[in-house]
């Protein structure tokens, strides 16, 4: 059984991923001002910046079901196979300019594929090891006690305060813990994509092993089922986010919620319009499968490339129009040009029906 609408958003979340990335570098690289919805919030809040690696995680979640058959021992095998070339492949790409030069800097122990590969690790082993049952509890237990985990004191000195950036537990483990390999530097540094962080990362993949394993369950179409989940959870978070704020940095459980929830609407939306039967993709959706089909491809691309889109001759559209139509309209051109690109290499890949698998 396959699902365009769960390649399709998969896609987009890679797209999403490269678009928002590619957008930092015009305001930090080119000095840009970059509209703010592609840009991560500083600490609580959301943008569209703070949405497509969670969307990514919960699609890894959702997919384990459509590739794994519960009971196999000798899928274990292949399981942490994949997950350490994830690692792997992870931290190379972290520590890309620590490579090149080891005075240029402190190397960085995580990171986005890292995370990815220890959430599918666990995700994948739990669906393999434990009933759909457990696995809810275990969502429940890790949301509901990550909270007060949050808002112990921290082990370093700074005052505990949920709402100001880098004051918190969490945060205060990863300074012990890691030192100076962290990703935000200082005496209230952390790593977003840090230690106990990983815990609630694994409750939102499992939440989409749940809407995987529904998917798979149900005969005819889904989308009232995935409109009902998503928006519940949708709610849960943002009533939570009074109390416990949305904070991608240290992945606190309404940012789970809310961002789950908002990627399953997604999938409710792609899933009602693309799954019907004898429906064919459109243009855009068709466009999106690219990025689909070789996800981690795209990604280590981009990572391997990124410097391109502040190169001289990629900003000379930018820099020939902004005073024309203004820094947020013109900073994209070179982001979609370098898109683009990226785009072109995954077509051809689709094409010749080549998938890179990690």
Not at 1 to 7: F, N, Y
Not at 213 to 222: H, K, N, Q, S, T
Not at 229 to 240: F, H, R, S, Y
Not at 277 to 302: Q, S, V
Request: hydrophobic fraction near 55%; charge should be positive.
């Amino acid at each position: 059984m396959r699902l365009i609408s769960l390649d399709v958003l998969r896609g987009l979340t890679v797209s999403g991923m490269i678009l928002v990335n590619s957008a930092a570098a015009m305001k930090y690289g080119a000095e840009a001002d970059v509209a703010p919805i592609l840009l991560h919030v500083s600490w609580d809040g959301l943008t569209l910046a703070d949405l497509v690696f969670p969307g990514f995680l919960t699609m890894v979640g959702i997919a384990i079901p459509f590739s794994l058959r519960a009971g196999g021992a000798p899928q274990t095998g292949r399981i942490l196979s994949r997950a350490g070339r994830l690692l792997l492949l992870g931290f190379l790409l972290s520590n890309l300019y620590w490579f090149m030069s080891f005075a240029s800097g402190e190397w960085r122990l995580f990171g986005v594929l890292q995370r990815i590969g220890l959430v599918y690790a666990a995700c994948a082993l739990l669906f393999l090891g434990v009933g759909p049952r457990a696995r809810l509890g275990l969502i429940v237990a890790i949301l509901t006690l990550y909270w007060p985990l949050a808002l112990l004191p921290s082990l370093d000195g700074p005052a505990t305060d949920i709402w100001v950036r880098g004051h918190n537990f969490i945060a205060s483990v990863d300074r012990l813990f890691l030192g100076t390999h962290l990703y935000v530097q200082g005496p209230e540094g952390y790593d977003p994509e840090g230690i106990l962080g990983t815990l609630p990362a694994i409750a939102q993949g499992l939440i989409g092993v749940a809407v995987g394993e529904m998917l798979i369950r149900r005969a005819g179409p889904a989308t009232r089922q995935l409109a009902l989940t998503g928006a519940a959870m949708l709610a849960a978070g943002g009533v939570w986010s009074f109390a416990f704020p949305i904070v991608k940095d240290i992945w606190s459980s309404p940012f789970v919620l809310v961002t789950s929830g908002i990627t399953i609407l997604a999938l409710a939306l792609l899933h009602h319009t693309l799954d019907r039967e004898g429906r064919a993709p459109g243009i855009a959706a068709t466009a999106m499968l690219a990025f689909g089909a070789n996800a981690i491809a795209a990604y280590t691309l981009h990572q391997v490339t990124a410097g391109v889109v502040t190169w001289d001759l990629s900003l000379a559209p930018f820099r020939a129009t902004r005073a024309m139509l203004g820094d947020p309209v013109a900073s994209l051109i070179p982001v979609l040009l370098y898109m683009l690109l990226i785009w072109g290499a995954m077509e051809w890949l689709r094409r010749k029906r080549w998938f890179v698998k990690i």
